[in-house]
């Protein structure tokens, strides 16, 4: 697909970390992409894997970045996992290995949380950042016991930060599969989930989405499962080497978001 077909997408579902901004830096091209799609009467949402922070700190943290947002502006991981323990396992009992922001999160959507580990009737892991050995050791003892669902919010292994990367939910599942030889189902990017609920939620089809990112095998690929354009931008992790690599290829690649601005003034 051309990049000239950017005229074509009314939803740009943006992956931020590596792509809008990178750790506490906003890109050059970030504040005028976002206003162009504005007001050229198109659509964005901001869609995340990680599951460290809640929608409200994002909120926040885009705020002091200089981007007003509003919650229905977001689709993340942790609301995704929502959707799918409300699917499945409604009325269970949630072990959190996560941060205090993942745990509320999934107490606003109604769920009980609890460390009693004989109460615990599904696992959630996530991106966390306040990670404990005690964390770590609870979610063996659990695991080696009994066979509970067992939920991660996201697949990454690393975390892009200003002075390179940290451990992501990736690196501690396989962690604990070295331990306890299982292995959790998967909700966020690459999986299809994601961007199905944003283009619910919106009303726009698989043909007028777009998923942008700077990771192949969670943000291009989420929306290549979805059936939506996968735009690689290659201001964050991937390469052009890892592009050459890849058994799937994206259907656009910039050298950053700031190349869509020409594209939908």
């Not at 949630?94 to 109604?110: F, R």
């Amino acid at each position: 697909m051309d990049a000239t077909n950017f005229k074509d997408i009314n939803l740009y579902l943006f992956d931020m970390d590596g792509t809008l901004y990178l750790g506490n830096q906003l890109f050059s091209f970030t504040k005028e992409l976002l206003a162009t799609i504005k007001a050229t009467g198109r659509r964005y949402m901001f869609m995340t894997n990680n599951s460290s922070k809640s929608v409200v700190d994002y909120i926040k943290k885009l705020e002091k970045l200089g981007i007003p947002a509003e919650r229905e502006d977001f689709i993340t991981s942790s609301q995704a996992t929502a959707y799918y323990l409300k699917k499945y396992y409604p009325d269970h009992k949630l072990y959190v290995c996560g941060t205090k922001s993942l745990v509320k999160e999934l107490e606003t959507e109604g769920f009980t949380v609890t460390e009693e580990l004989d109460e615990v009737e599904c696992i959630v892991l996530g991106n966390d950042q306040e990670l404990t050995f005690k964390k770590l050791e609870d979610i063996c003892k659990i695991l080696l016991a009994r066979d509970v669902p067992y939920i991660a919010t996201n697949p990454d292994y690393v975390c892009p930060t200003e002075f390179g990367s940290v451990p992501d939910c990736g690196s501690f599942i396989d962690m604990l599969y070295n331990s306890v030889k299982k292995r959790p189902i998967v909700i966020g990017k690459p999986e299809p989930l994601m961007p199905i609920l944003a283009m619910e939620r919106t009303g726009y089809s698989k043909e007028e989405t777009a998923v942008i990112g700077d990771r192949l095998y969670t943000d291009v690929k989420s929306g290549l499962n979805a059936g939506t354009v996968g735009v690689l931008v290659l201001s964050g992790e991937a390469t052009m080497e890892d592009v050459e690599k890849s058994d799937f290829k994206p259907d656009i690649i910039l050298s950053d978001c700031g190349q869509i601005i020409e594209h939908i003034k």
